[in-house]
């Protein structure tokens, strides 16, 4: 009787771990991407299986992936937004199953400095990974996408900034999904806040450089829990991983300006 407690148990706090969306599950790393690796062996069916919510690229760096609501969304270079099929490539994505731990409602915040001000002051994400969804109508939104990028692969930073469309939109209600992941993070993922956009109409979104927002709700899912699957790939087991220090800023950060 004890025995089949125990397992109950086991098995309640297995489901439930899962359920509750404390695992930040990722797919290799950021310095494998910088470094140009750009194929994944994963695809988006396994995305879908570790995750309702997150962002990430597709192989080739075909555009920014957003994942809303259990939907996976590629944002072209062009700006057109698909959703996609299960089996194309992944090489890297950060995602988990969202569940709120805590929502309020936002107003007039009206620029992406200010908004990262003021997530700092939830101070229980200060040393743990968080998510965050902010559902709202935006006065201003700006994004970028990259197109897919053609063998032999240049680092990443080369590929974005050579060839990365800005886009902007005005007046436009949406989702900003993201995660703020603490500086020890850095090493593997992109450390501080990231975020992707996807419009309530689909039709609009990418990897966010600037917002206003005028009004919406924010949600933060509190993580405990990092999964990383490293590339099962020849190209990463015998490549090379090094990049330059500050080529993360330039990729990642809005100081690319067009
Ligand atoms: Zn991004």
Do not use: W
Not at 24 to 33: E, V
């Amino acid at each position: 009787m004890k025995k089949i407690l125990v397992m109950v148990l086991l098995f309640s706090s297995l489901v439930f771990g899962i359920e509750s969306g404390e695992r930040l599950y990722q797919i290799s790393t950021i310095d494998a991407l910088l470094a140009g690796h750009y194929d994944g062996d994963k695809t988006v069916s396994h995305i879908k299986a570790n995750g309702n919510f997150g962002l990430g690229t597709f192989n080739g760096i075909d555009g920014e992936m957003v994942v809303d609501d259990g939907i996976v969304y590629q944002v072209k270079s062009t700006g057109e937004v698909l959703r996609v099929k299960d089996d194309l490539g992944v090489p890297f994505a950060a995602v988990h199953f969202f569940k709120a731990d805590f929502s309020e409602k936002l107003k007039d915040i009206n620029s992406y400095k200010k908004l990262k001000a003021l997530l700092d002051t939830y101070e229980q994400c200060k040393n743990y990974p968080c998510g965050f969804k902010i559902e709202g109508d935006f006065n201003y939104i700006k994004t970028r996408s990259a197109p897919k990028a053609t063998k032999p692969y240049p680092p990443l930073v080369k590929h974005i900034v050579e060839t990365q469309n800005f886009f902007k939109a005005k007046n436009i209600k949406g989702t900003l999904i993201g995660y703020y992941l603490p500086k020890y993070f850095a090493k593997f993922n992109v450390a501080g806040y990231h975020f992707h956009f996807i419009s309530e109409d689909k039709k609009f979104g990418g990897h966010v450089l600037e917002v206003d927002l005028n009004n919406g709700k924010i949600d933060l899912d509190k993580l405990y829990d990092l999964d990383i699957a490293l590339l099962k790939t020849k190209e990463f087991e015998k490549g090379t991983l090094k990049v330059g220090e500050d080529d993360l800023d330039k990729v990642e950060k809005d100081i690319i300006k067009k």
